[in-house]
């Protein structure tokens, strides 16, 4: 990672200067991320993918090959809300136009290399992307009912290497494209046969999508905005905005335009509530400390006591789970409609941090919760698969390494952010 300037430009005392600071501070993000662009979405036949366009770039390849417009509002309804991968399945649609698109077009999803279920349930998908590159998608099902979460990944490795995060121990190799993003959810979706779009408030399978998987989605704002602005598309998958949560390490100037443009929901990986400690444990702290993070936290305009900010707090045991610790954190979200989820740390071999004890567990949960913020204690789940936090991707290419088997793609290198 390179070194992060001693000041963060939205630091300015002046408003307006802070926000103009901001938007360079955008276009550098966006150009920095343009650097790990994905391949383009097309077959080494020429096919195009039709999935992780919007509708009016649908549009244009329709009037491109002599097609009327409405041809989107057709196309669209068998992908996103059926799940159709044939285009002969495409029954409102003539069979000589049929043609004409399969000899054009592809329906894509990712390759599926292994699906493993847990033993509670979760299930965890590895998937491959036509360049070769993987990523992996977790399906957590709700305990009680018959829903569940669906984590996705936003891009293959990551810049940031939080010191606690297996994951991130991988160099970031790129950013994973809209289709890719989309792919993911509808290849889960297909593996539970949830077509077509469940409408409205019936009840789904995979009802939430949480951007958590690997990857900082916000270092890759276009592509995942792009991504969900499709899954959000009533006519197709129709996940409200409600239904999705966007974890970031706290990328601020793009947190605003998240919310500004997508409004769903957010949670922030704070881990640490002083600016020394966080420095250290989640290293992009040295470029959007504490204070900053936690007033794009209170500016986020989705908020709201129905729909609160989700604090990512993993417990390091003697680093960041003393009672002061929870006091402070109390102290610095107190006003934001905000729960607290406590994590607790996942042990991996060269980390050198320890898991809190329980009762230190319980009684940090207990400060936060006696100052009225929710504290679930997060249970790890699809352990026995290794699909807990920090774990995605890590674990398969050790076991595919173990076993003498090849990674899928040379890794780039980690040019930082
Ligand atoms: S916690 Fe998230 S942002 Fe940090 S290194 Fe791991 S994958 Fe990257």
Redesign the pocket.
Known sequence: MSAAPATSPSRSRDGTAASLLNDEERARIRAKSAQFAPPPAALPDGRRDLVGLSREELTDIMVEIGEKPFRTKQLWHWIYHQGATDFSRMSSIARPLQEKLAERFVIGRPGVVTEQTSQDSTRKFLFRFRDGQEAETVYIPDRQEDRGAVCISSQVG?T???TF?H??TQALVRNLGAAEIVGQFMAARDSYGEWPSPKGETPRLLSTIVLMG???PLYNYDNVAKAMRIIMDGEGIGLSRRRITLST?GVVPMMDQCGAELGINLAV?LHAVRDDLRDEI?PLNRKYPIREVIAACRRYPAASNARRITFEYIMLRGINDSEADARELVRLISGIPAKVNLIPFNPWPGSSYRPSTREQLDRFAKIVMDAGFASPIRMPRGRDILAAC?QLRTESQRLRRAAGQPDAAPEAEDAGT
């Open positions: 990551c940031l290497s939080c995060c994951t991130g690997m990857g900082e390490s990986s989640v920090g």
